[in-house]
């Protein structure tokens, strides 16, 4: 396990909804997502006897974020071990979800390790680690872009960079504040972000989706950040829907927008970019009819930086 300051591992410093094992494991040659929807009332993990069963749960957002890159190499790591066409696996559980292409990218440089001649088993325990250390590298950027007093806007569940960066401030004697839109249909500002921040005993707020630029303009966010789904060379990035929104309202009150990153998409371009798009969930009593939109993209022009491995781009 990585370590992180004070000799913790950045297990120990992430709030209980990112530690190993409460977002995938493996039992019984299933595997066990937990079920990110019914989080923070309910702990239910769902169970996948198969790489098709893990795909569907990933694609109908089981887990959410940087959860389904966890779920997929355990998925694939079992699929390995029943003797499955890894090839096929790893094309199932990557078209899942198609918009984040770390997922895809990562899995593909495991099947090429493969080929290559590496175990399964240490292959997928690699890339654990591999995650870990970059969660620590990029969380001590993105810590030192955090000033003393700084209210800060995010959007979602930033998970791990976002939340070892504020985590660091705190702990470095940084006084930190973090606004949480609700973020519709699923909440996962709701149910994920405000209490991973509450059990790390940042100082936070929940506020509805609509009300990032009334703070801002009350001069209390110093601070855009976010997590990306997917960032480009080129400094656009993609993340929940709202986020254009918020950064076109930090843009207009002179406040910085940073986007944290795994792996820039080098191949991606604008034009190519694959966005999820949920069926609307029909008409519901009173006749209205719904659109779900994933994601957002949010174009360079209104991005301050990409925290990344090597730095801000």
């Known amino acids: 396990m990585t370590t992180s300051i004070s000799g913790r591992s950045v297990d120990d410093l992430l709030p209980p909804f990112l530690r190993h094992g409460a977002i995938a494991y493996m039992k019984g040659g299933s595997l066990f997502i937990r079920d990110r929807r019914r989080l923070p009332l309910e702990i239910v993990d769902i169970e996948c006897r198969s790489t098709e069963e893990a795909a569907a749960a990933i694609k109908a957002m089981v887990t959410q974020g940087g959860g389904p890159l966890e779920a997929a190499l355990l998925s694939l790591l079992l699929a390995s071990r029943r003797g499955e066409d890894l090839e096929r696996a790893a094309s199932l559980l990557s078209a899942a979800r198609p918009t984040n292409s770390t997922m895809r990218r990562t899995l593909a440089v495991i099947l090429r390790d493969i080929k290559g001649g590496k175990d399964p088993e240490e292959a997928v325990s690699e890339a654990f680690a591999y995650y870990d250390a970059l969660y620590d590298a990029i969380s001590d950027i993105g810590e030192s872009l955090i000033e003393d007093g700084d209210g800060i806007l995010t959007r979602c569940f930033p998970e791990h960079t976002f939340m070892l960066s504020v985590r660091k401030a705190k702990e470095k004697g940084k006084d930190v504040k973090v606004f949480i839109p609700e973020t519709r249909p699923y909440l996962q500002g709701a ?29 209390r966010v110093q601070k855009f950040m976010t997590a990306s789904d997917l960032a480009l060379s080129d400094r656009t990035v993609v993340n929940k829907t709202g986020t254009l929104s918020d950064a076109i309202a930090a843009r207009w009150h002179g406040i910085p927008y940073y986007a944290f990153s795994l792996s820039i998409d080098k191949e991606a371009s604008r034009e190519g970019i694959v966005l999820e798009e949920r069926d609307g969930w029909g008409e519901k009593g009173y006749g209205a009819k719904m659109l779900y939109p994933l994601f957002d993209v949010i174009p360079s022009e209104l991005v301050t930086g990409i925290i990344t491995k090597e730095g801000i781009i």
């Open 191 to 219: 149910k994920l972000t405000e209490p991973s921040l509450r059990a790390m005993g940042i100082e936070c707020y929940l506020i509805t989706d609509g009300m990032g630029a009334h703070y801002m303009a009350e001069g």
